[in-house]
């Protein structure tokens, strides 16, 4: 994700993506056997905010990896994969779980999978071509269909857990805000549809993050969280984490 300040003064756009979506299904990883509760093979996927990318231009720990901590001071054993990658869109993850062998390999030994997809396909056309931001809604809900079918196909008792994301533009002025924050309430809405038609775990973060966001987004020049906003997050997805424990 990268910061597009400089182009969305005044930008007025609708805050509600329609997409038709069934009505779905019981949700998914309900099925593990006792003997396998205290094992958690977990494959993490997503952009930035997986790989753990700092308000500081570095690597470190991500929500992810904190989510690990958790199994792991709780007793469990963990096998952990985390493919998430900087700058990832969704079309690159669909790209990833319809061709990569060795993605696909670790998601049909998981019990655990979480994602967080799609801010950058909303950046990407903010900065390219505002007008017609709306498309990169309709490109995420029809990525994450795919992605999440496609994890079905290959773990049809995986559990998955798909992140809202926070509002990351907490030092922008009002006016600002006002232009963005609809986007990413719809951006948000197209990802929870997506996930409950498919019967997988939508895990909103955008109220826990608001409550310190200036700390947690530190950085005015940059849109990532430090450790301790990837900590809230990881206690987010491990109150989710529901059966496993």
């Known amino acids: 994700m990268k910061s597009i300040k400089k182009k969305v003064s005044g930008l007025l756009i609708a805050s509600t993506l329609v997409v038709g979506v069934p009505l779905s299904v ?14 958690i093979n977990y494959v993490a996927l997503g952009d930035s905010l997986a790989a753990g990318q700092t308000p500081y231009h570095q690597l470190d720990k991500s929500y992810a990896d904190y989510l ?3 199994f792991e001071q709780s007793q469990y054993s963990v096998s952990y994969n985390n493919f998430g990658v900087s700058r990832y869109t969704s079309e690159n993850l669909k790209n990833d779980i319809l061709n990569n062998k060795e993605v696909q ?4 030994n998981a019990n655990l999978i ?12 903010l900065k390219t071509d505002p007008a ?8 995420v809900a029809n ?7 496609t994890m079905d196909s290959l773990n049809p ?17 009002q006016e600002q805000q006002a232009s963005l924050l609809p986007l990413l309430e719809a951006l948000n809405k197209t990802i929870e549809d997506r996930s409950i038609a498919n019967g997988d775990k939508y895990v909103p973060t955008a109220q826990v993050i608001k409550r310190n966001e200036d700390q947690y987004v530190p950085n005015s020049e940059d849109i990532h969280l430090n450790l301790e906003g990837y900590q809230v997050v990881a206690k987010e ?3 989710n984490t529901g059966e496993l424990k």
């Open 26 to 39: 019981q949700a998914k990883g309900n099925n593990l056997h006792n003997k396998e509760k205290h094992k």
């Open 105 to 108: 390999d670790k998601i049909k």
């Open 68 to 70: 690990v901590k958790r």
């Open 143 to 149: 990525n994450l269909q795919i992605i999440l079918q």
């Open 157 to 173: 008792n995986v559990k998955v857990l798909v992140m809202g994301y926070y509002n990351p533009f907490p030092h922008y002025s």
């Open 237 to 239: 997805f491990w109150k």
């Open 114 to 125: 979480t994602i967080d997809i799609g801010a950058n396909d909303l950046l990407a056309k």
């Open 132 to 139: 017609h931001v709306k498309d990169s809604l309709l490109a």
